[in-house]
């Protein structure tokens, strides 16, 4: 039996769960998600809990099962305290700033890099080096970070680029002088 699937679900106060036709709809004070269940998994709503369960022990079923209870718990966290990641710009002249809805990026490019806000997402700058996206529905916000980051990738020679703020780059030591080659 699968750990992550066999948990349940508690659902927190001001959060509606509504099951109908394959679709789970979770409302929430942070918005709205919805996401179509596999027709193989069954979502029972008990009280003030959730509980995934799956016909049988087939391979896809054993997949499946995790997969969907994360799936539901990620929506419930998202509508009540929602998911954010933060993103460092280094590199001397590298700034960003929000002009709008847009994210305008100086980023070492003889021309500026904007990326217009998406539905669901909120983008903010509290400094010229700092990216903050933020949203309820987890997948957007990491997709919508990943496209900030794949911007300007981090560098390993002097660490320029954007990167997240808990991730580690790995520097690599420049060439050697002229003078080490016998």
Do not use: W
């Not at 079923?61 to 280094?90: A, C, P, W, Y």
């Not at 990738?153 to 002229?178: F, N, Q, S, T």
């Amino acid at each position: 039996m699968s750990r992550i699937g066999r948990k349940p679900i508690n659902i927190p106060a001001g959060v509606d769960v509504k099951m109908d036709a394959g679709v789970m709809t979770v409302k929430g004070p942070k918005g709205t998600l919805t996401q179509r269940i596999h027709p193989n998994m069954s979502v029972a709503v008990q009280g003030a809990e959730i509980l995934v369960t799956r016909p049988d022990d087939n391979k896809e079923n054993r997949s499946l099962h995790g997969l969907t209870r994360t799936l539901i718990h990620n929506m419930v966290v998202g509508v009540t305290e929602g998911f954010k990641k933060e993103l460092d710009v280094n590199g001397v002249g590298y700034r960003v700033q929000k002009t709008g809805n847009d994210l305008v990026m100086n980023i070492g490019y003889s021309h500026q890099v904007i990326m217009p806000q998406i539905d669901g997402i909120t983008i903010e700058c509290p400094s010229p080096n700092k990216i903050i996206v933020s949203g309820p529905d987890k997948q957007k916000v990491g997709q919508f970070a990943a496209e900030i980051r794949e911007k300007r990738l981090p560098e390993p020679y002097k660490g320029k680029g954007i990167k997240y703020v808990d991730e580690v780059i790995r520097r690599k030591e420049g060439k050697a002088g002229k003078g080490s080659k016998k």
